[in-house]
């Protein structure tokens, strides 16, 4: 037995040394969600279960999501419609009593791509500010017709008759077997996504965001690699949908509102964008803060979004990004910090001033993060540092008097 | 030597009043390296983006390889053998050097359609790639950045890229823009072996450039060709003179 477990501990330490940082990195995150099911009889119970299915959940849909924007450069402004559509898809499923895997998996699914290819088709064609708008239109009218599905319950939601069954199993009706599925799950997304990206697909998915008259001149016809992805990511998102609508046995027009796309985006960005575990990272920290702050407070939101500005002033490359300054030596010194909080003013330079130098840093060693960097960026962070910590001290004079 | 590889015919484009390409004939023949030259503004660039399939002509026909390319996209034509450089570099900044010849080699051989392999550790794509890079002596900068290249290094990645399309037709559009002393010298090298194993058309400004390696001279000015023919005849020629060497004639 200690020559077997030895032998275990070798292997694993073998193979976590063959990967690099960040993979190290993901494994450990996953390697500390499969303890959740183990910590919950002592922290919270089955509610922090919950929690973490749903955080689970959102880190896939949040994954596919990054494939659209950090691969594709395509940002979708509609992406909960899969949620919705895909949790629809088996919960219709379910209540014309076809809740078993093997059709209701099937229908979330392949409604999902088919509603990914039908808008897909028309939305990819337009880049920018107009594929967000037009995401966006697509995604309200999903919410829309969801809302007017008198039979499915409408505005009120439908609630699933039953968890999926799994060969005429209430196979996932135990809490914990359902997260580690959802773990598994999330866990094949990641997988499946990072080798897509670096696959010959990935490359042209990538080419034609970095320049697409290049791609062009060599031969490469935007269109059909950008609606690809777009039915991939669409369809991931649909798996997400279809495990969320398990999870809470019910699915309501809420979950395709486009302030459902808006949290979505916000967890690429909390979590950054130049990784993939990067919107794991951000789906749990969101899911995580919502839960803390909302028992702070109702107005939980007030305190989210100042906190949203200042990762995406302090830490460009979003929490996943600010984890690998700091492991380059780059992150942001103590003293500056301190400078920072005494005289805001002289702070806020010397501190873009060292964004300035790391942005070049960054750039040099091929640093994605920085590439997008452009002075005028700078210029409006820097009055926006200087307006926030102008109101501190304002509010603290204020409170002193 | 006498089959033309491309012909346009009465090709004219007009941006509004301005007319850029005004009734052009033109055959480049297969093997040759064919140079246009012309003051600013003559249309030159224009004329090798309607060649590439950048932008479409007004009226008039490209016959390139037999068939009638008029109405074929950009990428259409570069995978019937178009190649070409721009004016102002455009390599993929996120890609490293051998990636971005890389991409080029997968758009010509087989689909792209493939989600799960590595397409890094496809020799079959990158060892034509690193090939191409030799050839312009980039070999050495494989593993950098295309946005960290200087930009002699950036010229002479695209040519690289172009290359590695094993194209029919090398359309270089002011291949020596930019460049200093050393590295026109350099590139004029690189040209000069590329010479009769691919047909070019060259725009540049350079003259030492054209008339070291061109077969034929076409003279564009305010979208007209005033002059065809060999270097020296070009050179020689009165109307070139008067309108383009600024010499009264």
């Not at chain 1, 005429?168 to 990072?194: D, M």
């Not at chain 1, 994605?368 to 910590?389: E, F, I, N, S």
Request: glycine share 10%.
């Amino acid at each position: 037995m200690p020559a077997a477990a030895r032998r275990i501990t070798d292997v694993t330490a073998a193979a976590l040394r063959a990967l690099d940082f960040d993979q190290r990195m993901t494994a450990g995150l996953f390697a500390l969600m499969a303890m959740l099911p183990l910590l919950s009889p002592v922290l919270g119970g089955s509610y922090l279960l919950l929690i973490g299915e749903r955080a689970l959940i959102f880190a896939i849909a949040a994954i596919s999501l990054q494939l659209l924007i950090s691969a594709g450069g395509l940002v979708s402004f509609g992406h909960a419609a899969f949620i919705g559509i895909g949790a629809y898809g088996g919960g219709i499923a379910a209540s014309h009593g076809l809740g078993t895997l093997s059709v209701a998996l099937p229908a979330a699914l392949g409604v999902s791509a088919l509603f990914a290819l039908a808008t897909g088709a028309i939305a990819v064609r337009t880049r920018g500010v107009y594929f967000i708008m037009i995401t966006l239109a697509f995604g309200q009218m999903a919410f829309f017709v969801a809302t007017s599905l008198a039979p499915y319950g409408g505005d009120d939601g439908l609630t699933w008759p039953t968890r999926t069954l799994i060969f005429g199993t209430r196979l996932l009706k135990s809490e914990t077997t359902f997260f580690y599925v959802i773990l598994v799950l999330l866990l094949a997304t990641y997988l499946v996504v990072s080798r897509l990206i670096y696959s010959r697909f990935g490359r042209v998915l990538r080419g034609l965001k970095d320049d697409e008259t290049r791609m062009q001149a060599i031969g490469f016809t935007p269109y059909p690699y950008r609606l690809t992805a777009y039915v991939i990511a669409g369809t991931i998102c649909g798996l997400a949908g279809f495990l969320l609508g398990n999870q809470a046995e019910f699915v309501s027009p809420a979950y395709m509102h486009w302030q459902r796309s808006g949290e979505l985006i916000i967890m690429v960005l909390l979590g950054g964008t130049g990784t993939l575990h990067g919107p794991i990272i951000g789906a749990l920290v969101f899911l995580v803060l919502e839960e803390v702050l909302s028992r702070l407070t109702e107005h939980w939101k007030v305190i989210l979004g100042p906190l949203l500005v200042l990762v995406v002033l302090f830490a460009r490359g979003g929490i996943a990004g600010a984890i690998d300054a700091w492991r380059r030596g780059k992150a942001m010194p103590a003293q500056l910090w301190a400078q920072l909080l005494q005289r805001p003013r002289q702070g806020a330079a010397a501190a873009t001033d060292i964004w300035r130098q790391r942005a070049s840093l960054m750039r040099c060693a091929g640093g994605q993060a920085a590439t997008y960097w452009k002075p005028y960026k700078m210029a409006v962070g820097r009055l926006l540092v200087r307006l926030l910590l102008g109101a501190a001290a304002t509010i603290n004079r204020w409170r002193r008097r | 030597m006498t089959k033309p590889l491309l012909r346009l015919e009465q090709l004219s484009k007009s941006f509004g009043a301005l007319k850029v390409t005004d009734d052009v004939d033109l055959e480049i023949l297969a093997g040759e390296t064919h140079a246009v030259i012309g003051p600013n503004g003559a249309g030159k660039s224009t004329l090798i983006h309607q060649i590439s399939g950048t932008l479409a002509p007004d009226i008039g026909r490209i016959t390139f390889d037999g068939l009638d390319v008029t109405d074929l996209s950009m990428p259409a034509r570069a995978h019937r053998g178009v190649a070409r450089s721009f004016q102002i570099t455009h390599v993929l900044s996120t890609f490293t050097a051998l990636e971005n010849v890389a991409l080029a080699v997968q758009a010509r051989s087989g689909s792209s359609f493939h989600f799960w392999q590595s397409a890094a550790e496809e020799e079959a794509l990158t060892v034509p790639a690193m090939q191409a890079l030799q050839v312009v002596d980039l070999a050495g900068r494989a593993h950098t950045l295309g946005g960290s290249l200087s930009h002699g290094e950036k010229r002479r990645l695209e040519l690289a890229i172009a290359l590695a399309q094993a194209p029919k037709l090398l359309l270089l559009d002011e291949p020596m823009a930019g460049a200093g002393v050393m590295e026109t010298r350099r590139l004029i090298e690189t040209l000069k072996g590329l010479k009769r194993r691919y047909t070019i058309v060259l725009v540049e400004h350079d003259m030492q450039a054209v008339f070291a390696l061109a077969d034929r001279i076409s003279v564009l000015v305010e979208g007209r060709i005033i002059a065809t023919g060999p270097p020296q005849a070009v050179r020689e020629n009165a109307a070139v003179r008067a309108a383009y060497l600024g010499e009264s004639a």
